[in-house]
């Protein structure tokens, strides 16, 4: 039960045993430590009794086997997401935790919400904020303080696996935790227009504090981008400044020198900023400064959530519209990129205050070594090269389907809002298929997969039956991008890439060469057109001239006897 103003009061007067006059452990400590996964939630839970401003629920289950918490604030006290006016309001969500080595965004979303509670802080009324406290619980909870050796603070903190020891900013497309499922809920059921993740840097040696990455702006379509490029975040770098925190775009090299310039970070879909793009809410991944001072760190990274909660109101309007836009726009594309290349001949200028780079000898290898010299502070204009070319672009089929039993991707496509329904009889269509052509897997093992690349298929049209219960996926929804960046095998992050398909590599049905030789002999007796084949294959390949495995492979695979499964591709694409 929520406590009247009264009862507050009252506690104040006993002496302030309420929250409101209690401090975090990072205000208690001068900013030196940061919150137990236990001390947030406890913190959050007990805002919730005494504010009618604030809710506390648990959507998922994570790895570690506890509930993800979600805590709703808003100046109505309206916590039944689904009665939200999302004609008037914007949602926010924060996401904080994800790597808790990195615990800033912890302790600044604490502060924020108990500033809210107290009216230091007003909510707008057009805002809906969304905290995850905690995302990698099984992380924060394996809590320790040599895991950060760039790090400056604080004295503890959580680490970077969770509980399988996965980095759950590299597993939102491929949703092996339990973590990554309960976000794929949460974020579809807020539908948020504004995504921020909490996190620290590592890297070069500069000035500010903390940097903003955006996500890609043309994945976001044009228009969406476009504004987001020349409206608002130019407004969230004047208004940080406004507030004496320096911000500049996230500096992604580390010893290469600021005159050559900056990309901006390319984020595919496995992280935070591109999973979100994939459905039109604008993404922004703060990194703070490892070097500076924890507290430092923390107070900017609330100074960004204030700024971003007040611009995204100023701007709800906009916001609410252009999203509607760049979402009937998904739907309507006939075309998808897979792919993403940084375009070299075009670049914005901008402001870059770091230090010189200088060199002496190494006390660990005797060597010379780099290091970023403070006493030789900078401020020039660098380029930041932030276009991106789109390139692997394949035409949008009316829609896609999945025979039954490939449960893995259909389950995910579900759980991301795809609407989709089983074919209700058999039935024969005609369909582009592909084949997987070549690709490489790699050597070693990356967040528990060893993903396949440099994929190239070969498409066809045939007739296919198709049965009962296999997977019919129209595309004419908002979930459009995200279909195609999942269910196409070369993009980036689909389910081919993260090996969801890799039984379809593996050819199931063999033969003994002792036994085929002789079926094969009669197969060329009977086939000319295979015998001159094999002929003209002799005659380019010496080697397999004299190979007779490869020549008996090269007719199997010829022949009616080899297995039409093999290297298929099991996701059609209905051309109408």
């Known amino acids: 039960m929520k406590l009247s103003s009264f009862a507050i009061s009252i506690l104040f007067m006993l002496g302030g045993s309420s929250l409101l006059s209690q401090q975090t452990r990072f205000e208690k400590t001068n900013g030196k430590e940061s919150a137990t996964y236990n001390e947030a939630?406890?913190?959050?839970?007990?805002?919730?009794?005494?504010?009618?401003?604030?809710?506390?629920k648990t959507l998922g289950t994570t790895d570690a086997g506890f509930p993800l918490h979600l805590v709703l604030v808003n100046a109505h006290g309206n916590f039944s997401i689904k009665q939200w006016d999302r004609k008037k309001n914007v949602v926010l969500l924060i996401n904080n935790g994800i790597h808790p080595g990195e615990p800033d965004g912890i302790d600044a979303s604490?502060?924020?919400?108990?500033?809210?509670?107290?009216?230091?802080?007003?909510v707008p009324k057009n805002v809906f904020l969304a905290f995850i406290p905690v995302y990698n619980i099984g992380g924060c909870l394996n809590r320790g303080g040599a895991t950060r050796?760039?790090?400056?603070?604080?004295?503890?903190?959580?680490?970077?696996?969770?509980?399988?020891?996965?980095?759950?900013?590299?597993?939102?497309?491929?949703?092996?935790s339990r973590e990554a499922k309960s976000f794929a809920q949460i974020f579809h059921l807020l539908d948020p227009d504004i995504l921020i993740d909490n996190h620290v840097s590592d890297g070069a040696d500069y000035q500010p504090t903390i940097t903003l990455l955006t996500t890609q702006y043309n994945k976001l379509g044009d228009r969406l981008g476009d504004w987001l490029k020349n409206t608002f975040e130019p407004q969230l770098y004047a208004d940080m400044r406004k507030k004496g925190n320096d911000m500049i775009p996230y500096v992604n090299f580390e010893s290469a020198q600021p005159e050559i310039g900056m990309e901006m970070f390319y984020d595919p879909p496995r992280y935070s900023s591109g999973y979100a793009a994939l459905f039109q809410t604008i993404a922004f991944m703060p990194e703070t400064h490892m070097l500076k001072?924890?507290?430092?760190?923390?107070?900017?990274?609330?100074?960004?959530?204030?700024?971003?909660?007040?611009?995204?109101?100023?701007?709800?309007?906009?916001?609410?519209?252009?999203r509607k836009i760049a979402r009937e726009a998904v739907k309507e594309a006939n075309s998808f990129a897979l792919a993403w290349k940084s375009d070299s001949s075009h670049y914005s200028l901008?402001?870059?205050?770091?230090?010189?780079?200088?060199?002496?000898?190494?006390?660990?290898?005797?060597?010379?070594?780099?290091?970023?010299?403070?006493?030789?502070?900078?401020?020039?204009?660098?380029?930041?090269?932030?276009?991106?070319?789109?390139?692997?672009?394949?035409?949008?089929?009316?829609?896609?389907?999945?025979?039954?039993?490939?449960?893995?991707?259909i389950d995910l496509l579900r759980l991301n809002g795809v609407s989709l329904q089983q074919l209700k009889k058999d039935t024969l269509m005609e369909v582009e298929l592909y084949h997987i052509a070549d690709y490489k897997s790699s050597l070693q093992p990356y967040e528990k997969h060893h993903r396949n690349s440099q994929v190239k298929?070969?498409?066809?049209?045939?007739?296919?039956?198709?049965?009962?219960?296999?997977?019919?996926?129209?595309?004419?929804?908002?979930?459009?991008?995200?279909?195609?960046?999942?269910?196409?095998?070369?993009?980036?992050?689909s389910f081919f890439a993260w090996n969801f398909f890799d039984a379809i590599l593996q050819q199931k049905e063999g033969y003994s060469d002792y036994r085929w030789e002789d079926v094969a002999g009669e197969i060329l007796k009977n086939d000319s057109a295979l015998q001159q084949k094999l002929i003209i294959k002799k005659q380019a390949d010496l080697n397999f001239a004299n190979n007779a495995h490869a020549q008996l492979?090269?007719?199997?695979?010829?022949?009616?006897?080899?297995?039409?499964?093999?290297?298929?591709?099991?996701?059609?694409?209905?051309?109408?």
């Not at 939630?41 to 506390?56: A, E, G, M, R």
């Not at 050796?149 to 949703?175: A, E």
């Not at 001072?293 to 252009?322: G, H, W």
């Open 41 to 56: 939630i406890d913190f959050y839970k007990q805002l919730s009794k005494i504010s009618p401003l604030v809710s506390v």
């Open 350 to 409: 901008i402001r870059y205050s770091g230090y010189e780079q200088a060199f002496k000898k190494s006390s660990a290898t005797g060597l010379q070594k780099m290091y970023y010299d403070h006493q030789l502070p900078f401020t020039k204009n660098v380029k930041l090269f932030d276009v991106f070319l789109p390139y692997k672009i394949i035409n949008k089929p009316t829609a896609y389907i999945i025979p039954v039993g490939w449960n893995a991707v």
């Open 457 to 493: 298929v070969k498409a066809s049209k045939k007739i296919v039956q198709f049965h009962q219960g296999d997977w019919y996926i129209p595309m004419n929804q908002i979930a459009n991008r995200y279909i195609a960046e999942m269910l196409e095998p070369q993009g980036d992050d």
């Open 149 to 176: 050796v760039n790090q400056n603070g604080p004295l503890d903190y959580g680490f970077r696996g969770n509980s399988q020891n996965l980095d759950l900013n590299r597993d939102f497309t491929k949703s092996d």
């Open 293 to 322: 001072p924890f507290k430092d760190r923390v107070l900017c990274t609330y100074a960004l959530l204030q700024t971003m909660m007040e611009k995204a109101s100023v701007n709800a309007a906009s916001i609410i519209q252009e």
């Open 110 to 122: 604490m502060l924020l919400v108990r500033d809210i509670v107290e009216k230091k802080i007003i």
């Open 553 to 576: 492979d090269f007719i199997f695979k010829n022949s009616t006897y080899y297995e039409k499964a093999h290297m298929l591709y099991p996701v059609y694409r209905l051309i109408q």
